[in-house]
C-alpha cells in the first residue's frame, strides 16, 4: 500500500487530509475554524480544493493541519462525527488526490524519515496556571523503573478481570495508550525551522497550556532505534515482544476501533532490552493510529495509542544528555515563538 492510501485507512490521517482539503477549498462557507458537519457539505467542500494551493501550502499551515488532526484522538470514546463521515468511502476516495498532493509538497519531504538524532528536544510545561515548578524539569535517572511499570500495567489487567468477571457489560475505561509510560523513559521530537518542537502542535492528549521550556539534546552515536514507519512495524514490534492487554485496554480499544478481541501491546521492558528508543515517523503516525492493527504470529491485534508524530520514546535513558538551559516558547496567536532562556 502506497503511503497516501495508508494515511487514508487510519482515522488521524483522513482528519489531515480533510483538515488540509479545508485550508484550500474555494467554498466560502468552510475555512479552518468550520468544518462541515454533513456529507454533502463534505463532498462540496473536498469537490473544490484548489490543488494548486495545496502545493504550495507552507510547512507552518501544514503543520497546524497536522496538529489539529493529532488534537483529536479520542480512544476512550467511539469515533465523533468528523472522523465518521471523513470514513465514508466516497470522501476517502476524494481525499486521495489531497493526500498525495500534501506528500508531494517539500515541506512534508522528510515525514518518512527515521529519527534526526541532531535535531531532537525535549519539552517541559506548567501545569494550570501555575509557574513552572522544578518537577517540570526533565527527569535526568541513570535507569528506567521497569518493575514499577510492570507491577502497576499488571494490577490494573488483573483488576479488570476481576470486574470483568463480575459484570461482563460493564463499561471500563482505563489507561488507554500503548507507550512506554515509565519513570525515566524520556519523549522528544525534532525540532523544526521556526517551531522549537513538533510536540509542542502535535501530542495526543496534551496538557500544553500557552506556555513550554524546550531543551536541545545530544544523542550517543551508536544509539539502537526501532522504526515505525507503517502498521506491520508495529505489529512486528509488538508480536516480538507481546504483552497482553485485553482485560484493560478491552473496552477504550473497542471504542476506538469497533472491534471486539484479543489486545496486545509491546512488553517495554524486554524491548529495552534490544533497543535504546523508538521512533514513529510522521507518516507512520498516520498511518496506524487509533486503528486495529492485527497479528501475525497470535491471534489478535494491537492498537498505536498515545504516540504522536515524530515522537521518540527513550527506553534508555543513558543515550541522551539534555542542554541545561532551556529556551521558553509562547504561543501567540496560535503560532509558537521563543521568548528566551528558561
Request: hydrophobic residues 40%; contains cysteine.
Given at each position: 500500500?502506497?503511503?497516501?492510501?495508508?494515511?487514508?485507512?487510519?482515522?488521524?490521517?483522513?482528519?489531515?487530509?480533510?483538515?488540509?482539503?479545508?485550508?484550500?477549498?474555494?467554498?466560502?462557507?468552510?475555512?479552518?475554524?468550520?468544518?462541515?458537519?454533513?456529507?454533502?457539505?463534505?463532498?462540496?467542500?473536498?469537490?473544490?480544493?484548489?490543488?494548486?494551493?495545496?502545493?504550495?501550502?507552507?510547512?507552518?499551515?501544514?503543520?497546524?493541519?497536522?496538529?489539529?488532526?493529532?488534537?483529536?484522538?479520542?480512544?476512550?470514546?467511539?469515533?465523533?462525527?468528523?472522523?465518521?463521515?471523513?470514513?465514508a468511502p466516497e470522501v476517502v476516495e476524494m481525499l486521495a488526490p489531497i493526500?498525495?498532493?500534501?506528500?508531494?509538497?517539500?515541506?512534508?519531504?522528510?515525514?518518512?524519515?527515521?529519527?534526526?538524532?541532531?535535531?531532537?528536544?525535549?519539552?517541559?510545561?506548567?501545569?494550570?496556571?501555575?509557574?513552572?515548578?522544578?518537577?517540570t524539569a526533565p527527569y535526568r535517572s541513570q535507569g528506567v523503573g521497569w518493575?514499577?511499570?510492570?507491577?502497576?500495567?499488571?494490577?490494573?489487567?488483573?483488576?479488570?478481570?476481576?470486574?470483568?468477571?463480575?459484570?461482563?457489560?460493564?463499561?471500563?475505561?482505563?489507561?488507554?495508550?500503548?507507550?512506554?509510560?515509565?519513570?525515566?523513559?524520556?519523549?522528544?521530537?525534532?525540532?523544526?525551522?521556526?517551531?522549537?518542537?513538533?510536540?509542542?502542535?502535535?501530542?495526543?492528549?496534551?496538557?500544553?497550556?500557552?506556555?513550554?521550556?524546550?531543551?536541545?539534546?545530544?544523542?550517543?552515536?551508536?544509539?539502537?532505534?526501532?522504526?515505525?514507519?507503517?502498521?506491520?512495524?508495529?505489529?512486528?514490534?509488538?508480536?516480538?515482544?507481546?504483552?497482553?492487554?485485553?482485560?484493560?485496554?478491552?473496552?477504550?480499544?473497542?471504542?476506538?476501533?469497533?472491534?471486539?478481541?484479543?489486545?496486545?501491546?509491546?512488553?517495554?521492558?524486554?524491548?529495552?532490552?534490544?533497543?535504546?528508543?523508538?521512533?514513529?515517523?510522521?507518516?507512520?503516525?498516520?498511518?496506524?493510529?487509533?486503528?486495529?492493527?492485527?497479528?501475525?504470529?497470535?491471534?489478535?491485534?494491537?492498537?498505536?495509542?498515545?504516540?504522536?508524530?515524530?515522537?521518540?520514546?527513550?527506553?534508555?535513558?543513558?543515550?541522551?544528555?539534555?542542554?541545561?538551559?532551556?529556551?521558553?516558547?509562547?504561543?501567540?496567536?496560535?503560532?509558537?515563538?521563543?521568548?528566551?532562556?528558561?
Amino acid at each position: 500500500m502506497d503511503l497516501a492510501r495508508e494515511m487514508l485507512a487510519s482515522p488521524r490521517g483522513r482528519f489531515f487530509c480533510a483538515s488540509v482539503a479545508f485550508r484550500c477549498t474555494t467554498d466560502e462557507r468552510v475555512n479552518r475554524h468550520r468544518s462541515p458537519n454533513s456529507l454533502p457539505e463534505v463532498r462540496a467542500a473536498v469537490k473544490s480544493v484548489d490543488l494548486e494551493r495545496l502545493d504550495l501550502m507552507s510547512e507552518v499551515d501544514i503543520l497546524d493541519s497536522l496538529g489539529y488532526a493529532v488534537d483529536f484522538a479520542r480512544y476512550w470514546q467511539p469515533p465523533d462525527v468528523d472522523d465518521i463521515l471523513y470514513a465514508a468511502p466516497e470522501v476517502v476516495e476524494m481525499l486521495a488526490p489531497i493526500a498525495e498532493a500534501v506528500l508531494r509538497n517539500p515541506a512534508c519531504s522528510w515525514w518518512d524519515d527515521p529519527i534526526d538524532p541532531e535535531h531532537q528536544r525535549m519539552i517541559a510545561y506548567p501545569f494550570g496556571n501555575e509557574t513552572f515548578p522544578e518537577s517540570t524539569a526533565p527527569y535526568r535517572s541513570q535507569g528506567v523503573g521497569w518493575g514499577e511499570w510492570r507491577a502497576h500495567l499488571e494490577a490494573g489487567e488483573a483488576r479488570a478481570q476481576r470486574q470483568y468477571r463480575r459484570d461482563p457489560h460493564r463499561a471500563i475505561s482505563g489507561e488507554w495508550w500503548s507507550t512506554p509510560y515509565a519513570v525515566g523513559v524520556a519523549q522528544t521530537t525534532r525540532a523544526r525551522e521556526g517551531l522549537g518542537a513538533l510536540q509542542l502542535i502535535a501530542e495526543e492528549d496534551t496538557l500544553i497550556g500557552d506556555e513550554a521550556r524546550v531543551w536541545a539534546l545530544s544523542v550517543a552515536e551508536r544509539v539502537r532505534v526501532y522504526e515505525i514507519s507503517a502498521p506491520d512495524d508495529w505489529a512486528r514490534l509488538v508480536d516480538r515482544y507481546p504483552l497482553e492487554v485485553t482485560a484493560s485496554k478491552r473496552w477504550d480499544w473497542y471504542n476506538t476501533t469497533g472491534s471486539h478481541q484479543r489486545w496486545f501491546m509491546p512488553d517495554w521492558e524486554a524491548v529495552a532490552d534490544d533497543y535504546d528508543a523508538v521512533h514513529v515517523s510522521v507518516t507512520g503516525y498516520l498511518g496506524s493510529a487509533g486503528i486495529a492493527i492485527p497479528l501475525e504470529t497470535r491471534d489478535g491485534a494491537t492498537v498505536l495509542a498515545g504516540w504522536g508524530p515524530d515522537a521518540t520514546w527513550w527506553l534508555d535513558p543513558g543515550a541522551l544528555r539534555i542542554d541545561d538551559v532551556p529556551v521558553l516558547w509562547r504561543r501567540d496567536d496560535e503560532r509558537w515563538f521563543p521568548t528566551s532562556q528558561a
